[in-house]
Antibody, heavy 120, light 105 residues
């Protein structure tokens, strides 16, 4: 069975950094585009960033460009999101998700999410 | 791209049908085949229920159906059941709507 398990969330002060991880299993990880999606408390979903299997394609939403970095380790089946210069408005549950096909940005499997709280 | 527009709430009685709309601009639906819908129960991760406008992943009941006309996509839930009470999110190529909370009366 496909499984995605996020970790690394927590409480961080504004301006701080955090690295999220997503452990994948049950499929050939390197064959899939992977994505981070976040959901602020009581709000809708927001696509953050994605990366292809070869790691030569990375895309970000404008609000996190220059602050967040997506990466992956195909040998360890791990997806990462390095978050720097965190702002209060980055507070959200962060989900990793697998793209159904290519870069359609249709997500057929999701992790359970990890909560990031940015507060002083 | 701006977020897609969904009504904040919808409701129906058990057994009834409910349709949730998702409106965007012509550019939002330029790749018209990539409309998807997700169901999210409280405290849970989203679950893909419709992709490519009308397709259902394996295991999703055929009570869920999707359609699109012009700049509006729609999700119809037929034969409402208590477990259908959840938030529903539309998406087109990674741009999401604000979500619609479906209440089963």
């Amino acid at each position: 069975d496909v499984q995605l398990v996020e970790s690394g969330g927590g409480l961080v002060q504004p301006g701080g950094s955090l690295r999220l991880s997503c452990a994948a299993s049950g499929f050939t990880f390197s064959n899939y585009w992977m994505t981070w999606v976040r959901q602020a408390p009581g709000k809708g979903l927001e696509w953050m960033a994605n990366i292809n299997g070869a790691q030569n394609g990375k895309y970000y939403v404008d609000s996190v460009k220059g602050r967040f970095t997506i990466s992956r380790d195909n040998a360890k089946n791990l997806l990462y999101l390095e978050m720097n210069s965190l702002r209060v408005e980055d507070t959200a549950v962060y989900y990793c998700a697998r793209d159904l096909v290519g870069q359609q940005l249709v997500f057929d499997y999701w992790g359970q999410g990890t909560l990031v709280t940015v507060s002083s | 791209q701006s977020a897609l527009t969904q009504p904040p709430s919808a409701s129906g009685s058990p057994g009834q049908s409910v349709t949730i709309s998702c409106t965007g601009t012509s550019s939002d639906f330029a790749d018209s085949s990539y409309v998807s819908w997700y169901q999210q129960h409280p405290g849970k991760a989203p679950k893909l229920i419709i992709y490519e406008v009308t397709e259902r992943p394996s295991g999703v009941p055929d009570r869920f159906s999707g359609s699109k006309s012009g700049n509006t996509a729609s999700l119809t839930v037929s034969g409402l059941q208590a477990e259908d009470e959840a938030d529903y999110h539309c998406s087109s190529r990674g741009v999401f709507g604000g979500g619609t909370h479906l209440t089963v009366l």
